[in-house]
C-alpha cells in the first residue's frame, strides 16, 4: 500500500494503520491475514456483484479473484470520514496475468464496528480493464 499521493486524511493515526495494514494484507494477497479484519458477520459488494455475506465467504471471493491476477497495489489518495465510517480513494495498479499493469480507480467505504473490525465493505470499482 503506498500513500505517497494521500492528500487527505480525516481519519485518526491509528485507524490510518489499521488500514495501511488491513490493505498490506490485501497487496500481498495474504487471506488469512485479511480476514482478521472482519468481523463474522461482515458484508462485502465488489463492484457489480451481488453483496456477500461472513467472512468465510468473502475470503472464497477474494481468493478466486485474486486467482485471476499476478498481484495488485493500492496507492491512496484521500480517506474521508470517521474513525468507525470512511470511504478510502484509491488508484490500483494491477498486474494481470499476461504481466501487463493497469491502473484502476476505485473508492471502498468501510464501516467498522465497536471491536474495530469491518462490519461492511462496499468496493466500488469498473475491473473490465484487468480483463480487456
Known amino acids: 500500500m503506498k500513500t505517497t499521493h494521500l492528500q487527505h486524511v480525516h481519519v485518526s493515526d491509528t ?4 488500514l495501511a495494514e488491513k490493505y498490506e494484507a490485501v497487496d500481498a494477497m495474504d487471506a ?3 480476514r482478521r479484519f472482519l468481523s463474522a458477520d461482515c458484508e462485502l459488494q465488489f463492484g457489480n456483484n451481488p453483496i456477500v455475506q461472513c467472512n468465510n465467504e468473502i475470503i472464497g471471493g477474494i481468493k478466486h479473484f485474486w486467482e485471476t491476477i499476478r498481484g495488485l497495489n493500492h ?3 484521500n480517506i474521508l470520514g470517521n474513525d468507525n465510517h470512511f470511504a478510502a480513494e484509491a488508484i490500483i ?12 480507480p476505485g473508492v471502498t467505504i468501510i464501516q467498522r464496528n465497536e471491536a ?3 462490519s461492511s465493505v462496499k468496493i466500488f470499482i469498473d475491473t473490465t480493464p484487468i480483463y480487456k
Request: net charge neutral.
Open 15 to 18: 485507524t490510518l494503520a489499521w
Open 32 to 34: 488469512e491475514k485479511y
Open 75 to 77: 496507492s491512496f489518495i
Open 93 to 104: 495498479e494491477y498486474t494481470r496475468k499476461d504481466n501487463l499493469v493497469v491502473n484502476v
Open 116 to 118: 474495530g473490525l469491518a
